[in-house]
Nanobody, 129 residues
Framework: QVQLVESGGGLVQAGDSLRLSCVAS????????VGWFRQAPGKEREFVAV????????FYADSVKGRFTIGRDNAKNAVYLQMNSLNPEDTAVYYC??????????????????????WGQGTQVTVSS
């Protein structure tokens, strides 16, 4: 079993930065691919970024590429999402999720929420204009 807890969300102004954290218990997070998704009110949950288990290769949604960075903090058994140059379109609840399969896929495989096995409770990010 995997338990995931997101933190670091809050209310910020456009142009500001936030660093979200996803801390896991029950598993060693570095063994798995970990994705970040977000869901704005009235919209579908969408892929944001993922870090793969082997070599920590990363993939990003076009909407956040160049602004967001996903990485690992293995000492804390955590994955973070560094978010820079935030704008109101980034306002959403952000979730981390674990793909427990151990497969090493590329690209679009990670974009679907269907492949993830465990989800955190989410953390709210609100960006004012």
């Amino acid at each position: 079993q995997v338990q995931l807890v997101e933190s670091g969300g809050g209310l910020v102004q456009a142009g500001d930065s936030l660093r979200l954290s996803c801390v896991a218990s029950g598993r060693t997070l570095s063994w798995y691919a970990v994705g970040w998704f977000r869901q704005a009110p009235g919209k579908e949950r969408e892929f944001v970024a993922v870090i793969r288990s082997s070599g920590s290769r990363t993939f990003y949604a076009d909407s956040v590429k160049g602004r967001f960075t996903i990485g690992r903090d293995n000492a804390k058994n955590a994955v973070y999402l560094q978010m820079n140059s935030l704008n109101p379109e980034d306002t959403a609840v952000y979730y981390c999720a674990v793909d427990e399969s151990g497969a090493l896929y590329s690209g679009s495989y990670y974009y679907s929420e269907k492949i993830y096995d465990y989800w955190g409770q989410g953390t709210q990010v609100t960006v004012s204009s």
